[in-house]
Nanobody, 122 residues
Framework: DVQLVESGGGSVQTGGSLRLSCAPS????????MAWFRQTPGKEREGVAA???????TAYADSAKGRFTITQDNAKTVYLQMNSLKPEDTSMYYC?????????????????WGQGTQVTVS
């Protein structure tokens, strides 16, 4: 079974940084496209960053460009480095995966999801 486990969320002050991690099991990120999404209550899930297998190509939401970076580590863990955090970045952040070469910030493109990790910026 495929499982995605996020970690690294927490509370941080405006302007601070956090690094989220996504540790998959049952899949290799060298074969799967990975992405980070976020969702606040009452709003649609929003794509933040995405990458193809191997991390050679990435895509970012306008709100994340220049502040967030999605990377992979030795075909295992996927990270989301978040800098210059703002209160509007407060959300539950989810890791997502789909087999193959899909670069998308749309939730419908992904099959596997983690349980989420909360980020709070104040």
């Amino acid at each position: 079974d495929v499982q995605l486990v996020e970690s690294g969320g927490g509370s941080v002050q405006t302007g601070g940084s956090l690094r989220l991690s996504c540790a998959p099991s049952g899949l290799s990120v060298s074969d799967f496209s990975m992405a980070w999404f976020r969702q606040t209550p009452g709003k649609e899930r929003e794509g933040v960053a995405a990458t193809i297998p191997g991390g050679g190509h990435t895509a970012y939401a306008d709100s994340a460009k220049g502040r967030f970076t999605i990377t992979q580590d030795n075909a295992k863990t996927v990270y989301l480095q978040m800098n210059s955090l703002k209160p509007e970045d407060t959300s539950m952040y989810y890791c997502a995966a789909i087999e193959g070469w899909t670069i998308s910030l749309h939730a419908d493109a992904y099959k596997y999801w983690g349980q989420g990790t909360q980020v709070t910026v104040s």
